[in-house]
């Protein structure tokens, strides 16, 4: 038997040192048009996000247009004044693109996704969308039935009938933060390609927009090719639009939307608060992440691990509007759903968990895993150039720093647990929470009302 010659193995892999990481930073500019740029060479990134931010907000719509914005804005790719609606889907085909665009209360947002070889016809479709889109009259129409037919279903979703709610419990009846983001039945039935193209002409011209483009930028002149495209875009200058201040009636009180026969009950428990330019949001992220972020949170650690009333509950805050003079204001809020028999011994824990937080505090070890769930995993969350360009389009939305974003990581590793504390329980306070409940309001009524957590009323689900 021959001798088995003597293996030879590579040398084991040594991990390396870690690399510093930092939120990147984009370069700014303006184009001859009054058009902002922001632009963030990320290299490797061959697919290229462009996200174009327009001044168009949902107060500024007509009364009794509410969701003529959102029309608006899904209108934007259905036609220009080169091609028909089929014509222009089928050029955003061949360039392998996707162009998709909402409406929210700061304004109107297109976001488009390109091979980066194709970067040149793909934003020439985005500028001819900007600059001369259709609005035909049977395009509109069709975009006006397909929201029409979106409502009902809406309305039969828990989550999203409750989000309704408390909207409209929170905010006064004037304010547009009350309604619907998307309009009604009432008033979308009211709008037509006249009135989309009004609103258009109103609120959407270079001057007041800004674009952010991200992704490997090698060999592209971009100057040159947003001088031929976005560049073609003309319009007026504006005047500042004066932004109405965020109140909100956060009054301890219960409204129970009636679902009978309902097997579980939704919870959205919520008020408004500080937005990011306030001092106090790393700290209130950062415990509001340990109250009910994650699956080791405190409100799933009793309710869903301890309890089995739920599949899980979260806690969070999200931003409705910013501006830098205070007016501005977060959602902070609790959702998740329960079974009907347990919604008062829920609720009941629920209320114990916060007093618990506001007499005892946080431990350092949930602010540990929260630090490091919210920092160590953020180079992954921005691996994409899509991230990338939806955080910066949210810190100009909002009024924010370039900077912002890199700055939060640093703040929010050096908060310590108290500051963590202190500001969560401020932001949940156990007496001014608004709750929602969309159940079966003849089984959780009462014993909701035996809580002793606020005023309770039923309303009848549409």
């Given at each position: 038997?021959?001798?088995?010659?003597a293996?030879?193995?590579?040398?084991?892999?040594?991990?390396?040192?870690?690399?510093?990481?930092?939120?990147?930073?984009?370069e700014?500019?303006?184009l001859d048009?009054?058009?902002?740029?922001l632009?963030?060479?990320?290299?490797?990134q061959?697919v290229v996000?462009?996200?174009?931010?327009?001044?168009?907000?949902?107060?500024?719509?007509?009364?009794?247009l509410?969701?003529?914005?959102?029309?608006?804005?899904?209108?934007?790719?259905?036609?220009?004044?080169?091609?028909?609606?089929?014509?222009?889907?089928?050029?955003?085909?061949?360039?392998?693109?996707?162009?998709?665009?909402?409406?929210d209360?700061?304004?109107?947002?297109?976001?488009?996704?390109?091979?980066?070889?194709?970067?040149?016809?793909?934003?020439?479709?985005?500028?001819?969308?900007?600059?001369?889109?259709?609005?035909?009259?049977?395009?509109?129409?069709?975009?006006?039935?397909?929201?029409l037919?979106?409502?009902?279903?809406e309305?039969?979703n828990?989550?999203?009938?409750?989000?309704?709610?408390?909207?409209?419990?929170?905010?006064?009846?004037?304010?547009?933060?009350?309604?619907?983001?998307?309009?009604?039945?009432?008033?979308?039935?009211?709008?037509?390609?006249?009135?989309?193209?009004?609103?258009?002409?109103?609120?959407?011209?270079?001057?007041?927009?800004?674009?952010?483009?991200?992704?490997?930028?090698?060999?592209i002149?971009?100057?040159a090719?947003?001088?031929?495209?976005?560049?073609?875009?003309?319009?007026?200058?504006?005047?500042?639009?004066?932004?109405?201040?965020v109140?909100?009636?956060?009054?301890?009180?219960?409204?129970?939307?009636?679902?009978?026969?309902?097997?579980?009950?939704?919870?959205?428990?919520?008020?408004?608060?500080?937005?990011?330019?306030?001092?106090?949001?790393?700290?209130?992220?950062?415990?509001?992440y340990?109250?009910?972020?994650?699956?080791?949170?405190?409100?799933?650690r009793?309710?869903?691990?301890?309890?089995?009333?739920t599949?899980?509950?979260?806690?969070f805050?999200?931003?409705?509007?910013?501006?830098?003079?205070?007016?501005?204001?977060?959602?902070?809020?609790?959702?998740?759903?329960?079974?009907?028999?347990?919604?008062g011994?829920?609720?009941?824990?629920?209320?114990?968990?916060?007093?618990t937080?506001a007499?005892?505090?946080?431990?350092?070890?949930?602010r540990?895993v929260?630090?490091?769930?919210?920092?160590g995993?953020?180079?992954l969350?921005?691996?994409?150039?899509?991230?990338v360009?939806?955080?910066?389009?949210?810190?100009?939305?909002q009024?924010?720093?370039?900077?912002?974003?890199?700055?939060?990581?640093?703040?929010?590793?050096?908060?310590?647990?108290?500051?963590?504390?202190?500001?969560?329980?401020?932001?949940?306070?156990v007496?001014?929470?608004?709750?929602?409940?969309?159940?079966?309001?003849?089984?959780?009524?009462?014993?909701?009302?035996?809580?002793?957590?606020?005023?309770?009323?039923?309303?009848?689900a549409?």
């Amino acid at each position: 038997m021959t001798e088995l010659a003597a293996m030879e193995f590579h040398p084991q892999p040594q991990a390396g040192e870690p690399k510093v990481w930092a939120f990147p930073a984009p370069e700014r500019g303006t184009l001859d048009n009054g058009l902002t740029l922001l632009r963030c060479h990320r290299p490797g990134q061959q697919v290229v996000a462009v996200e174009v931010l327009l001044d168009a907000p949902l107060d500024a719509e007509p009364a009794g247009l509410d969701g003529v914005a959102t029309i608006m804005a899904r209108a934007f790719s259905e036609g220009t004044d080169k091609h028909s609606a089929e014509e222009f889907a089928a050029e955003l085909e061949r360039c392998g693109a996707t162009l998709d665009a909402h409406a929210d209360h700061p304004g109107v947002r297109l976001s488009l996704e390109v091979p980066a070889s194709r970067l040149a016809k793909a934003l020439g479709l985005l500028a001819d969308a900007l600059r001369a889109p259709a609005f035909a009259d049977s395009e509109v129409e069709r975009l006006v039935r397909n929201r029409l037919d979106e409502i009902p279903h809406e309305l039969a979703n828990p989550s999203r009938r409750a989000a309704k709610e408390l909207s409209r419990e929170l905010f006064p009846a004037d304010a547009r933060m009350s309604r619907p983001r998307q309009g009604t039945e009432e008033t979308v039935e009211n709008i037509d390609s006249a009135a989309v193209r009004t609103f258009y002409e109103k609120h959407v011209r270079p001057a007041t927009a800004t674009a952010v483009v991200v992704g490997d930028l090698t060999d592209i002149d971009l100057d040159a090719l947003l001088g031929d495209t976005l560049g073609s875009w003309t319009g007026s200058t504006a005047q500042p639009r004066p932004v109405p201040p965020v109140t909100a009636d956060d009054t301890g009180r219960v409204v129970i939307v009636d679902r009978p026969g309902a097997v579980q009950t939704q919870l959205l428990i919520g008020r408004i608060g500080a937005d990011r330019h306030a001092r106090v949001w790393p700290a209130q992220v950062l415990g509001t992440y340990c109250l009910g972020g994650t699956l080791t949170s405190r409100l799933d650690r009793v309710l869903r691990e301890e309890k089995g009333y739920t599949y899980g509950v979260r806690s969070f805050g999200q931003v409705l509007r910013s501006a830098p003079d205070g007016s501005g204001a977060a959602m902070l809020a609790i959702s998740g759903s329960v079974d009907t028999p347990n919604t008062g011994p829920a609720l009941d824990d629920l209320w114990k968990v916060l007093r618990t937080l506001a007499e005892g505090g946080l431990t350092d070890a949930e602010r540990d895993v929260a630090v490091q769930n919210l920092v160590g995993v953020a180079p992954l969350k921005y691996e994409t150039a899509a991230a990338v360009a939806s955080t910066l389009a949210d810190q100009v939305e909002q009024h924010l720093p370039d900077d912002y974003q890199a700055t939060l990581y640093q703040q929010l590793a050096a908060t310590g647990t108290v500051e963590a504390t202190a500001a969560v329980v401020n932001a949940f306070p156990v007496d001014r929470l608004v709750t929602i409940l969309v159940g079966d309001a003849a089984a959780i009524k009462e014993p909701v009302e035996a809580l002793g957590i606020g005023e309770v009323k039923v309303v009848t689900a549409e």
